[in-house]
């Protein structure tokens, strides 16, 4: 598998700023964290679906690379409650 980004599913309902779960940026929650494979030929683009089939429009792609922390999860940590379990099996094998 090539680079994986990670994407922000986010709730529709307008959520408080003090909510460890807001990104920055944005007055949505995340309501699950996501695995995308990126787009071919751009590294730093996801390509149109997750690795557990949803489609990518919609959702939110931060900085956070798990390329960037091979020592941890393929999530960022305060996001382990919010990691897509479909994702998880497939970053797992």
Do not use: N, Q
Request: glycine share 6%; charged share 25%.
């Amino acid at each position: 598998m090539g680079e994986v980004l990670i994407v922000y599913e986010l709730d529709k309902a307008v959520t408080t700023r003090d909510s460890p779960r807001v990104p920055r940026g944005t007055d949505r929650a995340v309501r699950r964290v996501h695995a995308a494979p990126a787009a071919p030929g751009t590294p730093t683009a996801t390509g149109p679906r997750t690795l557990c089939g949803k489609d990518t429009f919609a959702m939110e792609t931060p900085s956070w690379k798990p390329s960037e922390h091979p020592e941890g999860p393929w999530y960022p940590e305060e996001y382990a409650s919010a990691a897509c379990p479909d994702c998880d099996a497939v970053m797992e094998a």
